[in-house]
């Protein structure tokens, strides 16, 4: 017997009803244009399941997957029907070879008032341990898990299948959602313990200082296991973000953006767009409420007029809006939201996150002010 497949190939002018309105034509060129990524991704993986760039392969590898699984390109899916699913399980495969297990992680900010299973100590599962994806250190005096661990972690949550159970390295016989917890004690323990950079993260587990670009990848990461593995964000984790927030967003009125390591831009007002990104995140992660406390309680100790989680939110949005057009030459990095792709990504993701948290449905749209336009 003799066995035949098919494909079928689907041309679609812009006369089309599929596509005859400007907003219709742009998703087809968007659809064609992630096709065109996976295509690339699938192509590109190396023989051991990672992808190339970065020193561990880590990071890159977390963000193909995330691509992937966010295109229901699943591990769990039938690989006779999708020719995805097994690169997906080698990418899994490849984070669980690469994850370390750390014992007994300290965390001094967290208390059992504000969630935390006891004083000191980021383990919400109690099992005496936490779970990185990387080495904590690579480098010296710096390092790379402040990407490569949120970046690998919002990669598991995305696989949406919590019950399934790790096959290799270290994780073994955990299921994904044991697995994504101890990941999150892991980012807890993480955390800037001291003033002024208190409550965000950077390159390296606790380190001196914090960066909103790193910030932002633990945001994703939480918002990820919260949303597809029902795992809720302790209280102290999140009231500490609370407390980095504020830190890193002016308290002025007006159009007011997130900086980067303080509450200034990383060069002038254009080049605000990614880490006011970054903030918008945030301010939705922290209201991935905990059993204890309501969302914004550390906001609201500040005073007048950013004194709660929608007053920052607006005057970032504000911010946003009146900067959208605006870009800085010579390709600086997170310049404006036009023809970088790392900022127009972070801030796409923000809005997105920011839907969420004003409760629009689905096909709404954030709308943005400038100048009196919407």
């Not at 699938?42 to 399941?49: A, D, I, V």
């Not at 006891?118 to 010296?140: E, H, R, V, W, Y």
């Not at 880490?275 to 939705?284: I, R, V």
């Not at 309501?294 to 607006?314: H, N, Q, V, Y």
Request: glycine fraction near 12%; proline fraction near 5%.
């Amino acid at each position: 017997n003799t066995l035949f497949d098919t494909v079928e190939i689907a041309i679609i002018d812009h006369s089309d009803a599929l596509s005859d309105t400007p907003l219709e034509d742009q998703q087809i060129e968007v659809n064609i244009a992630i096709d065109e990524g996976l295509r690339n991704l699938y192509l590109s993986q190396s023989p051991g399941g990672s992808w190339s760039g970065s020193a561990t392969g880590i990071a890159p590898t977390g963000f193909s997957l995330w691509a992937m699984q966010n295109q229901g390109h699943l591990a769990t899916n039938n690989s006779d029907e999708d020719i995805l699913s097994e690169r997906v399980q080698a990418g899994l495969d490849f984070l669980f070879n690469n994850c370390q297990i750390i014992s007994n992680v300290d965390a001094p900010n967290a208390d059992v008032a504000r969630g935390a299973t006891a004083n000191g100590k980021s383990d919400m599962n109690s099992n005496g341990q936490a779970i990185s994806f990387g080495p904590l250190m690579l480098g010296g005096g710096g390092g790379d898990w402040g990407y490569e661990h949120p970046i690998a972690t919002a990669a598991l949550a995305a696989s949406v299948s919590p019950g399934e159970v790790v096959g290799v390295g270290p994780a073994a016989g955990m299921t994904y959602a044991e697995l994504g917890e101890d990941c999150l004690d892991m980012i807890g323990a993480g955390q800037v313990d001291n003033m002024p950079h208190r409550g965000g993260w950077r390159y390296s587990p606790n380190d001196f200082s914090s960066d909103m670009s790193i910030n932002s990848w633990h945001y994703v990461a939480m918002e990820g296991l919260y949303v597809t593995f029902g795992i809720d964000i302790p209280d102290w984790i999140l009231q500490e973000s609370e407390t980095n927030l504020v830190f890193l967003q002016a308290n002025v009125a007006g159009p007011v953006p997130f900086g980067y390591d303080t509450t200034n831009r990383l060069m002038n007002f254009a080049a605000g767009h990614a880490t006011t990104g970054g903030g918008l995140s945030g301010l939705y992660a922290v209201e991935l409420q905990g059993p204890h406390t309501s969302a914004g309680t550390i906001i609201s100790m500040e005073p007048a007029p950013l004194s709660s989680i929608t007053a920052k939110r607006d005057a970032a949005l504000e911010y946003l809006g009146d900067y959208w057009g605006e870009e800085v030459p010579g390709g600086a990095f997170a310049e404006g939201n036009r023809g970088n792709s790392y900022a127009m990504w972070t801030v796409a993701r923000a809005l997105r996150l920011t839907a969420f948290a004003q409760g629009l449905p689905s096909g709404d749209v954030v709308l943005l002010e400038n100048m009196g336009t919407d």
